[in-house]
């Protein structure tokens, strides 16, 4: 949480000594609000001093990373409750939970299969995040076992679930160095599990009953040399799941309580699968940070990871394209030129649309600032002279050997304007992009 | 800014404080909107349905009241629907091309609360039936099913304006909810429900401001806020939900900061939106790694409005019985 320059002042040796290099403690303590200066520069600081200012520049909700290597997934460090307010930055892992107690074949088919899931949507790909191994069985081989093979199949980022400390220990040594998140240490088990966590360097997913058991368990492996954590909801309903969400994001980020200051996992299982998904988006929207389900068709993996996708975007920049004419299929003379805005959403729904239609195409992407074609219009970043300018700046004229223009059929009121500027005929499309297709094959 | 509990937390040493539960206080509330009208209230339904009247955010009932859980509407049409895929036709197993038996297997088979009908059949494009022709189909059709009623136009402003009172009249006293209205064309539809005693869907195009303008311009023509009904125009999941997910969590903080005028619940069409995107609609044999297409379909209108009830819908208008069922499982969560 940030300090103001008073708040620095309060705790600054207030001597006006000027080794800092600045003539007062309170000129100093204003750069240091600003972080214009490091704090090292005070030779006189008191130890007690240094420790709140190191603390006050740590962000509010810790960066917990799960995994090695580039493809680990890194949660936390989320500055505010509500997406307007700036954005959600680090979006929440997605992963699927596997039991050991499966035949090892199938265990490495179905890990295969979900480290292969990928979707590309508006240009970005989107692929669940981590594996989770939960072990059933009785033996701590078997377990390790099944982690191994999960892991190596998948190329997931792993999440140990043990039922004691010999299966963690056990995974822990069969997935030496990849980083595995622990799930879960609770009151019961955090003699056992807490050195193994210290020793590994690995994060660990904490559950306390209460507000008060949570942050005990936390205090004490902090304690006991466990940094990396994550907050367990444990199996509630959703509306106390939601409220456990919500009191963790806010003590982390209203009162700074470092304590709770940690993202926070929830584990949804042993309901069908349109619950599971439909609990699931409830808590990409509020604050989870990673989510583990027992479900992996891949419907469900999809619809969730969009809604990710969503929820996690900058509200503030809209995804946007580069302006420019973009040649879809084996486009020559005589294929048709449609006019669209360069909103990501806008372009790619157009572009699905006009592939599937299977009718070789130009797209013009006019540089409406990232804004839809109504929204666009409306601000006036869409306008006959606007897309006059990019038809001839990007040389559109020389591509083809006809002069007819498709507009979206939302805009269909600029066409004699239009015509007029462009000195192109135009033609009114349809107003959704879903009507391309007919639309695209009637035209020829 | 609290310097001693800094210390406190990063020396370590003093015995734990007690960890306690931080609770907002909002000052606001949002305004309870009541549908349907029994007998003693001057209509004929066989229940009513109360939506809003939140004293916090949603699923948040620790800390403040929750009174109504969120309203799920079945959506019909007044003519067999043109453009719907046929999963979601087969859904309802061929009553769709009557729309007496549709409303029924609606509230009998499939348990609506509510039914929301579109005048589809009323748009010049499709075939203009007659405002004469929809008073009497929507006579019938209160007489078929007791639930409360929505009403939308068929989207065409000229027509909907002669269209719309006739049936806001065909069901006076019904308390049924009329839409919609917008920043330019708000009056007509105004008047008639304000005389006939139902409520209106105001319709802003995903902008804060022009809804709380609306709302404005509308309670000046003298219907009041607790009339109102907020549409705030969403996209489904992955076609622009954020943008009106934002706009709802905005308004909402703001309602329930103290602000009246933007203080009404929210109605989400959530089945309309989602039903012509193209994750709900493709064949799996164009898109073999997305899955089932059925299950895609249900997934992705159930995912949509799950999400719009973190960001504050009190009715989500939905198409596939089934997305409906789970959604209404959740919702009774909160």
Known sequence: MALSGLDIYKILPKTNCKECGFVTCLAFAMQLAKKGVEAGKCPYLSEEAGNIL????????????????????????????????????????????????????????????????????????????????????????????????????????PVLMPSDASGLRAALEAVKGAAPLIYRVTKDNIREFMPLAAQARVPAAVYGDTLEEQAELVKELNGGGVAQILLDTGEQEPRERIWRLTQWRRQALKKNNRLLGYPAVTVLKGKDPYSVAV????????YAGLILLEVSEAEETLALLTLRQNIYSDPQKPLQIEPKVYTIGNAGKESPVLITTNFSLTYFTVLGEVESSKVPSYIVSVDTEGMSVLTAWAAEKFTPEKITDSLQKFGVSGL?????????GYVAMMSGNLEEKSGWEVVVGPKEASGLPAFLKNLS | MKLMNNVTLISGETKMSR????????????????????????????????????????????????????????????????????????????????????????VRKFGAELLCVKLAGAHPDAGGRSPEQEAAFLSKLAAAVNVPLIVRGCGDDVKDNTLLPLCSEALKGERCLFGSASQDNYKTLTAAVTADGHGIIAESPIDLNIAKQLNILISDLGLPLERIVMDPTIGALGYGLEY????????????????????????????????????????????????????????WEAVTASALLQAGADILVMRHPKAAEEIKKYACHR
Not at chain 1, 279 to 286: N, P, Q, S, T, Y
Not at chain 1, 400 to 408: A, D, T
Not at chain 2, 249 to 266: H, I, T
């Open chain 1, 400 to 408: 083809v050997g006809h002069n007819r223009l498709i507009i979206p």
């Open chain 2, 19 to 106: 960890q306690e539960e931080m609770l907002e206080k909002w000052q606001g509330e949002v305004f309870t909107c009541v549908i349907g009208a029994k007998k003693d209230e001057g209509g004929t339904r066989g229940s009513v349905v109360k939506v809003g009247g939140e004293k916090t955010l949603p699923f948040l009932d620790k800390e403040g009241s929750l009174p109504n859980t969120a309203a799920v509407a079945l959506e019909i049409f007044d003519v067999p629907p043109a453009d719907w895929p046929e999963e979601l036709v087969a859904a309802y197993g061929g009553v769709t091309a009557n729309p007496l038996e549709w409303a029924d297997a609606c």
């Open chain 1, 54 to 157: 190191a603390d006050a520049g740590r962000p509010p909700i810790n960066l917990v990373s799960i995994g090695s290597g580039e493809g680990c997934l890194k949660v936390g460090n989320e500055t505010v409750l509500f997406r307007h307010e700036e954005k959600f930055r680090n979006p929440c892992g997605i992963g699927f939970i596997i039991d050991d107690v499966l035949p090892e074949e199938q265990i490495k088919r179905t890990a295969s299969r979900l480290g292969g899931v990928s979707f590309e949507r508006v240009g970005q790909i989107l692929k669940p995040d981590v594996i989770a191994v939960r072990q059933s069985s009785n033996s701590a081989e078997k377990f390790a076992a099944a982690v191994k093979a999960a892991v190596d199949a998948s190329g997931l980022n």
């Open chain 1, 279 to 286: 609990e699931a988006a409830g808590d990409i929207c509020k």
């Open chain 2, 244 to 299: 009106a997910y934002s706009i709802m969590e905005r308004a909402r903080l703001a309602a329930l900061s103290g602000d009246r005028n933007v203080a009404c619940p929210f109605i989400c069409f959530t089945g309309q939106e989602t039903w012509k995107v193209k994750e709900a609609v493709a064949a799996r044999a164009d898109f073999p790694h997305w899955g089932d297409k059925e299950k895609r379909g249900i997934l």
